[in-house]
């Protein structure tokens, strides 16, 4: 982006960067998928740490910005609300289940984790509007500053 401000760059450096995450997080779940149950239950054990780490981070991170008019602060209060909420559900399905109860079980961490997959897919296409309505933003008072 020719003339980019420091912002911009840095803004498209963090959008990049989900490109990144997206395929570690394809790599950790196809190996996981050829890993024996104790694998994969370690490895859901280690990425439920990483998630609740950095959901941590951004719930500081919100804290630290003083954003309190901030509508991301709703979402975010929301996605922890669902977040508690699933994490009940799985570690109530941990206990000694039949084999329906497994097949039940399956089923809705299937739609569960399609459900996230389109969450996280909507919320990349409103990372990209607001990359673009921050670009337009500066440019706007860059141009403004200019004919001041």
Known sequence: MPNATPVELELRGDFAKLKDEVEEAQRTIIEAAGQDQAGVDAKVDEVRRSA???????????????????????????????????????????????ASDAEDAAEWAEVDAEDAISFAASAITEAEYALLDAVRARKRADALAGSA
């Not at 780490?53 to 919100?62: G, I």
């Not at 003083?66 to 509508?71: A, G, I, V």
């Open 52 to 98: 609740d780490a950095r959901a941590a981070e951004l719930r500081d991170k919100a804290k630290k910005a003083d954003r309190s008019e901030s509508h991301w602060q709703q979402v975010q209060s929301d996605w922890d609300q669902h977040i508690k909420r699933t994490r009940a559900h799985i570690d109530a399905k941990k206990a000694d289940i039949d």
